[in-house]
């Protein structure tokens, strides 16, 4: 991919967010001052590589408006769909709508607040020299171990070569855009976007991301992420 490719954050926001037990989908809750969902942007907007971002939000959100977020890039709202997939590719369509096919679309969870410039830098350069894309990944350090019906241990999965798939996954906006399309008339269940891409038979590369940048999902994540988010400004304060 050419490095004067604009990319664009297309972030999938249209989640409920039911594990988190809370009156509002997760992406709304705050620490610091800010929704989780700002502080999301913040991050991504402030990359200099980043040229906007495509927001996917419930059809009949009632929170978006009454932040009122200003930034100096574009954001563009789009609704999202049932499943996550739904959402992407909208938030798809409408940055192809906006900027044609020449774009690399960035897709970033709504709830992963703290992913670092560094760790952007390196996924973007990836995905611009990789045709299939790249994605944010974390190699995976427990045993992993497989359920019985009854809840017992069947097998012990060996663990070397296996990576947990994080957020940003960056891809050339028409292959991921095609990728889902198929996906989404096979009525496929995919977990991330990755996986369309390998349907279609390709194979995104994979970097490896920091542990900080967690999916927030259950009411002790908000307390964590203050912490891990609290910690990097002090580092950065410091640098
Ligand atoms: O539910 P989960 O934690 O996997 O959600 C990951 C991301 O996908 C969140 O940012 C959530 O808002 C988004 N999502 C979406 N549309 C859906 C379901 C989830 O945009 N229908």
Redesign the pocket.
């Not at 999938?12 to 989640?15: I, L, Q, S, V």
């Not at 999202?80 to 996550?84: I, N, Q, T, V």
């Given at each position: 991919m050419a490095s004067d490719i604009p990319v664009w954050a297309v972030i999938?926001?249209?989640?409920s967010?039911s594990r988190m037990q809370q009156d509002k989908?997760k992406?709304y809750l705050s620490f610091q001052g800010k929704t989780i969902l700002e502080h999301c942007l913040d991050r991504l907007l402030s990359h200099p590589a980043i040229d906007g971002a495509v927001l996917?939000l419930q059809a009949d959100d009632r929170f978006w408006q009454e932040l009122d977020y200003q930034a100096d890039k574009p954001v563009f709202i789009t609704d999202?769909?049932?499943?996550?997939q739904?959402?992407v590719y909208s938030g798809l369509t409408t940055l192809q709508y906006r900027c044609g096919n020449d774009a690399i679309a960035l897709v970033h969870?709504?709830?992963r607040p703290l992913v670092s410039h560094d760790d952007l830098s390196r996924v973007i350069a990836a995905a611009r020299e990789h045709t299939a894309g790249a994605i944010l990944a974390a190699p995976v350090s427990d045993t992993l171990k497989k359920q019985s019906d009854d809840m017992e241990i069947a097998a012990t999965v060996p663990r070397q070569g296996l990576w947990r798939a994080l957020t940003p996954q960056v891809f050339h906006l028409p292959v991921l855009l095609n990728a889902l399309k198929q996906v989404i008339d096979a009525e496929q269940a995919i977990t991330d976007d990755a996986q369309a891409v390998e349907l279609a038979g390709y194979s995104p590369a994979l970097v490896a991301g920091s542990e900080e940048n967690f999916?927030i999902?259950r009411p002790g994540d908000l307390a964590l992420a203050e912490k891990i988010w609290l910690d990097q400004r002090n580092q950065q304060n410091n640098e």
């Open positions: 999938p926001a249209a989640g967010g989908p992406q996917a999202g769909g049932a499943h996550r739904h959402s969870d709504a709830v999916k999902t």
